[in-house]
């Protein structure tokens, strides 16, 4: 049971701390960096950020290991 508290704990560091950076603008990067597409047209707009989203994929990565090798040892 102390291991679900702790990962509890975590998660809503995580959150408070996700929300601190996006409202002090740290992660007005996403969907602005090479690679991502965006086209506009008359009546549509289209928006793939893939290489926002392989970034994200591998800051999760790394924390949800780092996390792992915590509870683990």
């Given at each position: 049971?102390?291991?679900?508290?702790?990962?509890?704990?975590?998660?809503g560091?995580?959150?408070?701390?996700?929300?601190?950076?996006?409202?002090?603008?740290?992660?007005?990067?996403?969907?602005?960096?090479?690679?991502?597409?965006?086209?506009?047209?008359?009546?549509?707009?289209?928006?793939?950020?893939?290489?926002?989203?392989?970034?994200?994929?591998?800051?999760?990565?790394?924390?949800?290991?780092?996390?792992?090798?915590?509870?683990?040892?």
């Amino acid at each position: 049971m102390r291991q679900v508290s702790n990962l509890l704990i975590l998660g809503g560091v995580v959150a408070i701390l996700a929300g601190l950076a996006a409202r002090f603008g740290l992660l007005s990067w996403f969907g602005n960096l090479p690679g991502d597409i965006r086209r506009v047209g008359e009546r549509s707009v289209v928006f793939i950020p893939l290489t926002s989203m392989l970034v994200v994929s591998l800051l999760l990565t790394i924390a949800v290991n780092l996390v792992g090798r915590f509870f683990r040892g």
